[in-house]
């Protein structure tokens, strides 16, 4: 048995969240095409017949002045200083910036690292050829072109990851695929689907609270939650014309809940402002995203 911890590092949007999920086999980071949609780093496990992969799905690597966007880059930061290699997810479809290229540099200086050029079904093969041909003069780097969408090339990946491994101690049961509690899951799976249907100016101003997750003698789990948003005039926006809006969302959220707890939910939403609360630190510790 070998093991190790992984962390999953790259720019918002390069398709971490996706890699990791492919990578488990089940849903453990939600998605989205916005960029910063993971807040938390996220363990996902990958179990093997002879190994354990501890994937730490990170926030996308960015700068921003509030105390979210604080705690993402903290969770970055300590992802790579308790890992025992990294992966770092470069978006095959974009050029890779300067920035970006001293970045996988200096990463790879100090840390094991496997460059994923990812979306490779719709990048521009030219042009990844480019990129891989910079990156090719980086020492200690693994190159490794994969779709995280269509599963292309994981399993090379995967066999690359798994020469990364150094301990020989399984550190969760086999049977467990993420650390995160349910309530945390829920949690994200409505934000996600908020994602999904507000408006592209709302999404980073919102968070999401359960405050009820109880399931009861007759099987049905019930949960509540509350939405949160930053301003006034996004609270109708939230809820849509006849509550439309909150219920696409709600509908979406509850089925893939059910996946999640193999029954069936009541789930109730509730829309409510709370101005400045990315820099609000007993809001943010309530919705988990600063350490009690």
Not at 24 to 52: A, F, H, L
Not at 74 to 94: H, I, P, Q, R
Not at 120 to 129: E, G, H, L, R, S
Not at 169 to 195: C, G, H, N, Q, S
Request: hydrophobic share 40%; proline share 3%; charged share 30%.
């Amino acid at each position: 048995m070998k093991s190790g911890f992984i962390a999953v590092l790259g720019l918002p949007n390069a398709g971490k969240s996706t890699l990791t999920n492919a990578l488990v086999g089940e849903k453990v980071s939600i998605v989205s095409w916005r960029p910063q949609t993971t807040r938390d780093k996220i363990i996902g496990i990958v179990n093997g017949e002879d190994y354990q992969i501890v994937l730490i799905d990170t926030p996308g690597i960015h700068v921003g002045k509030s105390k979210l966007s604080a705690f993402m880059a903290e969770e970055v930061t300590s992802a790579k200083s308790s890992s025992d290699g990294a992966l770092y997810v470069l978006d095959g479809s974009k050029t890779m910036e300067k920035d970006t290229f001293e970045f996988i540099k200096s990463l790879a200086s100090t840390t094991p690292t496997v460059v994923v050029v990812n979306k490779m079904d719709i990048a521009d093969k030219a042009a990844v050829m480019q990129t891989v041909a910079r990156l090719s003069s980086v020492k200690n780097l693994e190159i490794v072109p994969i779709s995280a969408a269509t599963k292309e090339n994981l399993d090379e990946l995967l066999s690359v990851v798994k020469g990364m491994l150094k301990d020989d101690v399984a550190y969760y049961p086999e049977d467990m695929y993420t650390d995160k509690p349910l309530r945390f899951m829920a949690a994200e799976i409505v934000r996600e689907k908020a994602l999904k249907f507000l408006l592209a100016e709302i999404p980073h101003g919102i968070g999401v609270e359960v405050v009820k997750f109880e399931t009861g003698e007759d099987g049905v789990t019930r949960i509540e939650a509350d939405v949160i948003c930053e301003k006034d005039t996004h609270k109708p926006i939230i809820i849509g014309k006849g509550g439309e809006t909150l219920k696409k969302i709600s509908v979406a959220a509850r089925k893939e809940l059910e996946d999640l707890v193999d029954g069936q939910v009541y789930l109730r939403l509730y829309v409510k402002v709370k101005s400045g609360w990315k820099d609000d630190g007993a809001v943010l510790r309530s919705l988990g995203y600063v350490k009690k």
